[in-house]
């Protein structure tokens, strides 16, 4: 099993350590606060350079800008200029 996660890693797919080592610092903080509540982090998009990240909570989905503003602004979420 071991093994599999360790080859999984090598084919290109992104861990959750992945993820979260993207993140800034302002994120992580928000972020380990949303944690209370049931949301995760989905994804981490890059826009110019930095790191927006997608977190849900069910259905509900928002996104933490670098600064950590978090956003349910569903343009923002579909913007092509991810």
Do not use: I
């Not at 993140?23 to 049931?38: D, I, M, P, R």
């Not at 790191?51 to 928002?62: I, K, M, Q, S």
Request: hydrophobic share 35%; aromatic share 10%.
């Amino acid at each position: 099993m071991h093994h599999n996660l360790a080859l999984a890693g090598r084919q290109g797919h992104t861990t959750q350590d992945d993820r979260w080592d993207a993140l800034t610092s302002a994120q992580k903080t928000v972020l380990f606060g949303l944690y209370k509540y049931g949301y995760k982090l989905l994804l981490v998009n890059h826009r110019k350079g930095e790191p927006y990240a997608v977190v849900a909570n069910g259905f509900e989905l928002g996104t933490l800008d670098p600064s950590g503003k978090m956003s349910f602004n569903s343009t923002e979420l579909l913007s092509s200029n991810c």
